[in-house]
């Protein structure tokens, strides 16, 4: 199986500064790791994904870092805005478990305008 | 682009009683489905894992006897909740897998009286 901890629960951010949320895993056998970002009443959204052949990736103002040795993955929203108040998931996914995705706790994201 | 759709959007039942809930991927063929419950408070627990011709892998302390699932093709998935209680209350939640992503459709929230 994995376990996935994720960390802060509650992130607040000033506008225009950055956030960054961290998740860790346990199973060096996990190979994709996507974040959702879910707003109140509506489903989670993916937003960006990294797998484990990459260290880094960017997109939107979003970069997601993966260090496989310490097995540790990063979402990093630069530049925040109002609209990126939200819940966020981190997720890793075992190579060979098919669609199991297990969630990390969530974080609450609130930017300050 | 990849959507999933899931029916009814909002449901109310008396404890004791059954509903049954849909999920279609629409513009795509999904490899898998995933139901997950997410309830107030809680990430998300994973109900089951569903691929076509393949026998449905139930999570610790999901049944099939309590929530039957019918997978007919790629693109339909479809749950029933039996007999349900205040504990089965929560926001349930389809991931429709294609490659390594999966998308969650906007949920069915049941409420048990």
């Known amino acids: 199986g994995e376990q996935v901890e994720q960390l802060p629960s509650i992130l607040r951010v000033q506008e225009g500064s950055s956030a960054s949320i961290n998740c860790t895993y346990e199973?060096?056998?996990?190979?994709?790791f996507p974040w959702y970002k879910q707003e109140p009443g509506e489903n989670p959204k993916l937003i960006i994904d990294?797998?484990?052949?990459?260290e880094r990736k960017q997109t939107q103002g979003l970069i997601v870092l993966l260090d496989k040795k310490a097995k540790r993955f990063s979402l990093h929203i630069t530049d925040t805005q109002p609209g990126d108040s939200a819940m966020y998931f981190c997720a890793a996914t075992v190579r060979g478990a098919g669609n199991k995705l297990t969630f990390g706790i969530g974080t609450r994201v609130l930017v300050r305008p | 682009g990849a959507l999933v759709y899931q029916y009814p959007r909002r449901t109310i039942c008396k404890s004791g009683t059954s509903m049954r809930m849909e999920c279609q991927a629409v513009?795509?063929?999904?490899?898998?489905v995933a139901w997950y419950r997410q309830s107030p408070q809680k990430t998300f627990e994973l109900i089951a894992l569903s691929t076509v011709n393949s026998a449905i892998k139930y999570e610790q302390n999901f049944t099939q006897e309590k929530f039957p699932i019918s997978h007919p093709n790629l693109s339909f998935s479809s749950m029933t909740v039996l007999n349900a209680y205040l504990e089965d209350r929560g926001l349930y939640l389809c991931g429709a897998r294609y490659s390594y992503e999966q998308y969650f459709g906007p949920g069915t929230r049941l409420t048990v009286l």
């Open positions: 990294i797998r484990s052949n990459m």
């Open positions: 199973n060096s056998a996990s190979n994709y």
């Open positions: 513009g795509f063929q999904a490899t898998s």
